[in-house]
């Protein structure tokens, strides 16, 4: 996500340069929106953010400020309509609200049905929708819409569980506001006395903008003509950033806490050596993910780092493509080793994770046909062996190897030598800095209530049917959900 508020440069130009930088966060569809002060305008389409904009068809969305979306889905199934911005009427000030969303709300089947109850019709099934419709409806009293605003992220933070990072545009102020917890990452930057917001300061590096601050969890952050001011919405919880986003999901070169992520994953192969040594004759890392990674195992290890694998860096990451078909194609594209580094060698090979365990063998196999002599996998994180509900997909235990599969079971499984995770103690250690972090994902601890127990049943709520769609207020009955799009419920997908 991106947003930016500077009257005096294309702001659409640089929403699509923003963007396009935070183009690893999702690869399913794009968005802007922009605002001339007095109307938005909004163009999306599915795909990659150079497949729906370039530099020209951004230059036509005029405007003063701007936010822009890439999309991972994680509820709502990967198609146009779930495309955002999502654009709705705001009855407060009467004109419209685009907002994008990144993360996944636990509790959306919840607050959908509440409000379906309460006469709400719905366009889409993401779970973004359900979220900016109940922040519209809360309000309303108030002096003005600052006021508006504050009391309707209060409300919303009390109600909404888990995780959002926001950005929302109106006619005339530029919004950004982050879950209680601190789930997912969002910061804000300064360039030419401008202001502007994105999930990751690598976006604000590429339009030379300095890093003011991360957006603190349960915080609003309003941006116009007179500057930005800041609202505590809500009382912040105990911080529960994602773990992953060092490990995996954020770009090696953005800043996290504190801390490059690159950094972190140095940090992670440094542990995993000392954890999990090996003799061997060279360390690799897979491609482009892990390469930090191991990077430190070898400089802790002393075993010389090398290349072995080559990436075809034109085919998207395969772990947030949106379906296993798509994960498993991704996987044979993506990679081709290199049999004059490999042959007759004893390989480290160091990746971040092993989720489903899809790409893993496929790898193995690769570096063995090369002529590797041995092979001995090194995982910079412990066995993923819970969902997550939080905006990762790894939504059912049925898709993580870890959670039925021994470590023995999984190296089997994967064709190597020998395989070693690093620990939760290791992992706190390269990245967590004293502050604390979700977890979940390896130890099931979640920083709120999930409904585990209808994780099994992948999610779908039934369909709403014409004849049993709730009456809308006016009588007529709203449109049902289309039945090739499941609202994803009870446990969110986190995808
Ligand atoms: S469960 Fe794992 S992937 Fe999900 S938010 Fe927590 S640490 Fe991140």
Redesign the pocket.
């Known amino acids: 996500m991106f947003g930016i508020w500077a009257p005096e440069v294309d702001v659409a130009v640089e929403t699509f340069y923003g963007i396009h930088t935070l183009q690893h966060r999702g690869q399913e569809s794009a968005g802007i929106c922009t605002t001339d002060g007095r109307t938005l305008t909004v163009k999306t389409g599915m795909g990659l953010v150079a497949q729906v904009f370039d530099e020209a068809t951004a230059a036509k969305l005029v405007g003063i400020a701007a936010i822009g979306h890439t999309r991972y889905s994680t509820t709502g199934a990967s198609r146009f309509r779930n495309a955002q911005p999502i654009l709705l009427h705001d009855h407060c000030s009467g004109g419209e609200v685009a907002i994008a969303h990144n993360g996944n709300v636990v509790n959306a089947a919840q607050v959908r049905a509440e409000l379906t109850e309460a006469g709400e019709g719905f366009e889409t099934s993401t779970d973004t929708e359900v979220l900016a419709k109940y922040l519209l409806r809360q309000g309303g009293g108030e002096a003005d819409m600052d006021a508006v605003w504050e009391a309707r992220f209060s409300a919303l933070m009390r109600h909404i569980k888990v995780?959002y990072s926001l950005v929302l545009l109106t006619p005339d102020r530029l919004m950004a506001a982050r879950d209680p917890y601190g789930?997912r990452p969002l910061c804000i930057g300064q360039v030419g006395g401008r202001y502007v917001v994105a999930s990751e300061t690598c976006a604000l590096d590429q339009l030379g903008a300095s890093l003011v601050r991360e957006v603190a969890p349960g915080e609003l952050i309003t941006i116009d003509e007179s500057g930005m001011r800041a609202f505590q919405a809500i009382e912040p919880a105990q911080p529960a950033g994602?773990?992953?986003?060092h490990i995996y999901f954020a770009r090696p070169d953005s800043i996290l806490d504190g801390r490059a992520a690159w950094q972190s994953r140095s940090q992670l192969g440094v542990e995993l050596a000392r954890e999990h040594p090996v003799d061997a004759d060279i360390v690799i890392g897979v491609p482009d993910s892990a390469t930090a990674h191991a990077i430190g195992y070898s400089s802790e290890s002393g075993i010389p780092y090398s290349e072995g694998l080559v990436k075809n860096r034109y085919v998207g990451r395969t772990f947030i493509s949106p379906d296993q078909r798509l994960r498993e194609l991704g996987a044979h594209l993506k990679y081709n080793p290199m049999p004059s580094v490999l042959a007759g060698r004893r390989v480290v090979v160091v990746d971040d994770t092993i989720v489903r365990g899809t790409t893993t063998p496929r790898i193995v196999r690769l570096l063995r046909e090369a002529g590797a002599a041995e092979i001995h996998m090194r995982i910079a994180a412990p066995p993923i062996q819970?969902p997550?509900?939080?905006?990762?997909d790894?939504a059912t235990r049925q898709e993580l190897i870890a959670a039925s599969q021994s470590v023995e079971d999984i190296r089997r499984h994967i064709g190597a030598d020998s395989l070693g995770y690093l620990s939760i103690g290791g992992l706190q250690r390269a990245v967590s800095l004293g502050k604390p972090?979700?977890?979940?994902?390896?130890n099931g601890d979640y920083p709120v209530d999930v409904q585990t127990e209808f994780e099994v049943d992948t999610l779908a709520v039934p369909l709403l049917t014409a004849s049993a769609a709730p009456l809308s207020r006016n009588g007529s009955r709203r449109r049902p959900v289309r039945s090739d799009e499941t609202l994803v419920a009870l446990v969110p997908e986190?995808r």
């Open positions: 995780a789930v994602c773990v992953f986003e819970h997550c509900h939080f905006g990762v790894m972090t979700c977890l979940a994902c390896f986190s």
